[in-house]
């Protein structure tokens, strides 16, 4: 069956060059990436891919950390748009493997941000734009990103939504740095589930109610806290004092679980059955999405794609479904033959 790997990560030559050029050495996450060879080394890609045949096809976006950690406003833009143009390019030389790409929003401006994005969708045919979950720290509900998200809305491209958060973002109070890489394995479920609420209960999405946003990993905690999310939030201010919170309830046109449906999800929860099977049934075979997060797996590239076919495939669902899964809710949203 065709597949559609909608979150893959890559650093074309040119962006690679010119990152290096700017930041030296790589450290951190950056020193992560940079050592798996899929990222940098085509070739490498293409056997990988080749492993899963020539129905396996893969969008492509660039990899952690945002832009704006790396580099100041003007850097970050001109690299999101070298970017753009080596994967635009790569799309151009390879359609039959690269259907299309996502460009990188460097949001640090925001101004910018909405002119690169409608420079990659409309002169370069990006099938959307990626954010981070935060700016710099800055929440995206803030009113200087609401030009982008205008943009986006009206563009018909989704947004994908990868989670930000580094070791300096600490677990306790009394503590400066977290430990144990806590930040990544806990942090980024918890940074996207943030987002998301951010987005949902500032009424961004009665605002904009045909924007479609991308939540990485399977909308990340959403899914799993059913429970909190909806009856939950049904008693938002009941637990704060300091503020009339339950006023936002009589602002929103929906209750706020019915936000977090409207979100779109992918795949990519790295192998998990238990965590497949969650996602699906809080979402709906209509809103997911497949994907592996290739190249980031222990294998460095064809373990997170197998394990996840492998996980989809013990579901037993009907084909139908599965084609929705795989490749047809890809080509309906990101408009790809």
Request: aromatic share 12%; glycine share 8%.
């Amino acid at each position: 069956m065709k597949k559609i790997d909608i979150f893959n990560h890559i650093w074309p030559t040119p962006f690679f060059d010119a990152l290096i050029a700017h930041i030296g050495e790589m450290t951190d996450i950056t020193r992560r990436s940079g050592a798996v060879p899929m990222m940098t080394d085509l070739d490498r890609r293409f056997e990988v891919m080749d492993m899963f045949g020539e129905d396996y096809m893969q969008v492509l976006s660039l990899a952690s950390p945002p832009l704006e950690k790396l580099a100041g406003p003007d850097k970050a833009l001109e690299l999101s748009q070298i970017g753009s143009d080596s994967m635009a390019e790569l799309c151009d030389r390879y359609p039959e493997r690269f259907p299309g790409f996502i460009g990188t929003a460097a949001l640090g401006n925001p101004e910018s941000a909405v002119a690169e994005a409608k420079r990659a969708i409309e002169d370069l045919g990006a099938c959307g734009m990626q954010i981070f979950t935060n700016v710099s720290g800055k929440p995206l509900d803030r009113p200087e990103f609401e030009p982008f998200f205008d943009y986006m809305a009206s563009s018909g491209k989704p947004v994908w939504m990868h989670p930000a958060r580094g070791e300096n973002f600490s677990d306790y109070l009394t503590e400066d740095r977290s430990e144990y890489e806590i930040w990544w394995t806990f942090g980024w479920p918890y940074e996207t589930s943030a987002a998301m609420s951010r987005i949902a209960l500032s009424g961004m999405m009665d605002r904009l109610p045909e924007m479609k946003v991308v939540a990485h990993h399977l909308g990340a905690m959403v899914p799993y806290f059913e429970g909190r999310v909806g009856p939950g939030l049904d008693q938002l201010g009941k637990r704060t004092s300091a503020e009339d919170l339950s006023q936002i309830l009589t602002t929103l046109k929906k209750r706020p679980f019915d936000y977090f449906k409207d979100f779109y999800a992918d795949s990519a929860v790295f192998g998990s059955r238990a965590a497949t099977v969650c996602g699906l049934e809080f979402y709906g075979v209509d809103k997911v999405l497949f994907a592996s997060d290739c190249p980031f797996d222990p294998e460095r590239g064809p373990g997170y794609i197998r394990e996840t076919i492998k996980v989809l495939n013990s579901l037993d669902l009907p084909d139908e479904d599965m084609e929705k899964i795989c490749f047809r809710n890809a080509q309906k949203m990101f408009r790809i033959e």
